[in-house]
Nanobody, 127 residues
């Protein structure tokens, strides 16, 4: 019983930065994982980043490694995705997701391993 609400999406130029937030409500265990996924029209949902709800480690998809940073603020029940050096190929609907299981691989990389999803927020990067 978790509700997730993303915010912070928008339209930006290539090279710009954007910061997405995910507000979570409901029961959260210290070892719950939070993830960010993205989906462009006609494409499968893609893993972006994951973080243990209580702290490190973090993990990033190859396409965003070095450009994106996932973080969390447990006091505020929020997860943040800082996106830098944005590229047109980053254009997608970005979804926040909560996993009820532990931090383990490959589970945290998989859409099917997350039980709760936000409504998504659109990120558009223009050329």
């Amino acid at each position: 019983q978790v509700q997730l609400v993303e915010s912070g999406g928008g339209l930006v130029q290539a090279g710009a930065s954007l910061r997405l937030s995910c507000a979570a409500s409901g029961r959260t265990f210290s070892n719950n994982v939070m993830g960010w996924f993205r989906q462009a029209p006609g494409k499968e949902r893609e893993f972006v980043a994951a973080i243990n709800w209580s702290g490190p480690p973090t993990w990033y998809g190859d396409s965003v490694k070095g450009r994106y940073t996932i973080s969390r603020d447990n006091a505020k029940n929020t997860v943040t995705l800082q996106m830098n050096s944005l590229k047109p190929e980053d254009t997608a609907v970005y979804y926040c997701a909560a996993r009820t299981g532990p931090w383990s691989f490959p589970a945290v990389l998989l859409t099917t391993a997350y039980a709760y999803w936000g409504q998504g927020t659109q990120v558009t990067v223009s050329t």
